[in-house]
């Protein structure tokens, strides 16, 4: 599979970046290919680095002004004209969407993706990595929307929250009917 990850470019503790390299390496051993925003820097690399050394394919989409922090080696890399360009392309590149802890980059992506599904614009599974419950708050948003009426499409249907890197994997594989 073909699995965008949306994700910080910050450098993060211990706690996000374990998570994060359990990811990659399933990722990577799996045979699967990582399509990310093209950095080297933070947690970007560090899942970068960790799928590219189980074996895994890279595939970067990045933007002009990013070009500073853009990964040198990388099996292809794309340059967006802007954002709006790169999200989609993210999304047109990828078979499954992983959202993992992040700012308002990563919010923003997220929250498109799920509007962009909500309207049967793309039906690739998302899952939404709740690492060391960084999105508790967020999925707690989710359901109230839900329960009171505001999502056209059940929650469960736009996305699956996974607590751990394996759960993540798994569900994606079985959505995608792998064994």
């Known amino acids: 599979m073909r699995i965008c990850v949306f994700l910080s470019a910050a450098d993060l503790d211990e706690r996000y970046t374990r998570p994060a390299r359990e990811f990659a390496e399933l990722l990577g051993k799996g045979g699967h290919t990582l399509v990310w925003g093209g950095s080297d820097a933070g947690l970007m690399k560090v899942v970068a680095d960790g799928v590219e050394e189980a074996g895994g394919r890279l595939v970067g989409v990045s933007v002009g002004f990013l070009s500073s922090s853009m990964r040198a080696r990388a099996d292809e890399m794309v340059i967006a004209k802007d954002l ?52 508790d708050g967020l999925k707690e948003q989710f359901t109230r929307m839900d329960s009171e009426g505001f999502l056209p499409v059940p929650l469960t249907e736009l996305v699956f929250f996974a607590e751990e890197a394996v759960g993540a994997l798994a569900y994606l594989e079985e959505s995608a009917g792998m064994p």
């Open 84 to 135: 709006a360009e790169r999200k989609a392309l993210l999304l047109a590149k990828s078979d499954a969407v992983v959202i993992m802890v992040g700012g308002t980059g990563t919010l923003d992506e997220a929250t498109e993706i799920l509007e962009l599904k909500k309207h049967g614009l793309h039906d690739k599974p998302v899952v939404l990595l709740n690492t060391a419950g960084f999105y």
